[in-house]
């Protein structure tokens, strides 16, 4: 049997030219979104940790215990496939929070500004989207620690959330005061020694 003949016998894979294509195209846009949540996210954690900082005192032990308890509840969720939309019931219920109200909080612009760039591809809905879903990820896990083991009462919560979000807003708005993301990390890195968390 010539190898042309032999090629020709192959088993197909099953898809055409065209589908393995629009898998491609899909997987490469499920990419960027996650990518577009990740930077999100981090801009989430690196305030948290900022504030936790500046506003209510945290110094080295208790943000590296705060660091270490955030990243085994995310864990706990990846492996346990873990309900989001439970969850955040679970957090609101419990902290007297609404994380619909929280998310409402944080202008349009500055979810867009929050998710970074991403090519021409992804559309405003998209970040809106990707940003959602580092912010219910942030909202969970980091209220959740905050209150079942710091012990955070609503009130602190409240004023934690806040504090959060007028961060965010300088984040966005005063780009002239070179106030940044990095600059938040390195400024908690410097004053307690402890790395800004990353996980997503």
Same mark, same amino acid.
């Given at each position: 049997?010539?190898?042309?003949?032999?090629?020709?016998? $192959?088993? !197909? &894979?099953?898809?055409?030219?065209?589908?393995?294509?629009?898998? $491609?195209?899909? /997987?490469? =846009?499920?990419?960027?979104?996650? +990518?577009? !949540?990740?930077?999100?996210?981090? !801009?989430?954690?690196?305030?948290?940790f900022y504030i936790l900082r500046i506003r209510f005192g945290f110094g080295k032990? $208790?943000?590296? $215990?705060?660091?270490? /308890?955030?990243?085994?509840?995310?864990?706990?969720?990846?492996?346990?496939?873990?309900?989001?939309?439970?969850?955040?019931?679970?957090? +609101?219920? /419990? %902290?007297?929070? +609404?994380?619909? /109200?929280?998310?409402?909080?944080?202008?349009?612009?500055?979810?867009?500004?929050?998710?970074?760039?991403?090519?021409?591809?992804?559309?405003?809905?998209?970040?809106?989207?990707?940003?959602?879903?580092?912010?219910?990820?942030?909202?969970?896990?980091?209220?959740?620690?905050?209150?079942?083991?710091?012990?955070?009462?609503?009130?602190?919560?409240?004023?934690y959330l806040e504090a959060v979000t007028d961060m965010l807003d300088t984040l966005?708005?005063?780009?002239?005061?070179?106030?940044?993301?990095?600059?938040? &990390? =390195?400024?908690?890195?410097?004053?307690?020694?402890?790395?800004? %968390?990353? %996980?997503?």
């Open positions: 049997m010539s190898n042309a003949l032999a090629r020709k016998k $192959r088993a !197909s &894979i099953g898809f055409t030219k065209k589908e393995t294509e629009e898998i $491609r195209e899909f /997987d490469a =846009e499920r990419k960027r979104l996650n +990518d577009l !949540s990740r930077c999100a996210y981090e !801009s989430l954690v690196a305030t948290s032990t $208790r943000l590296q $215990r705060f660091k270490t /308890d955030v990243a085994v509840v995310y864990q706990e969720y990846r492996k346990d496939q873990i309900d989001m939309h439970k969850f955040i019931v679970q957090v +609101d219920r /419990d %902290c007297k929070t +609404d994380a619909n /109200d929280s998310v409402n909080g944080v202008p349009v612009a500055h979810k867009l500004y929050l998710t970074g760039t991403g090519g021409k591809q992804i559309t405003n809905m998209q970040r809106i989207v990707a940003f959602k879903k580092a912010y219910a990820l942030w909202y969970t896990t980091h209220l959740y620690v905050l209150h079942t083991i710091f012990k955070f009462s609503n009130k602190q919560i409240s004023e966005c708005r005063y780009k002239q005061f070179s106030v940044t993301v990095p600059m938040l &990390i =390195e400024t908690v890195l410097e004053e307690t020694g402890v790395e800004v %968390c990353r %996980c997503m």
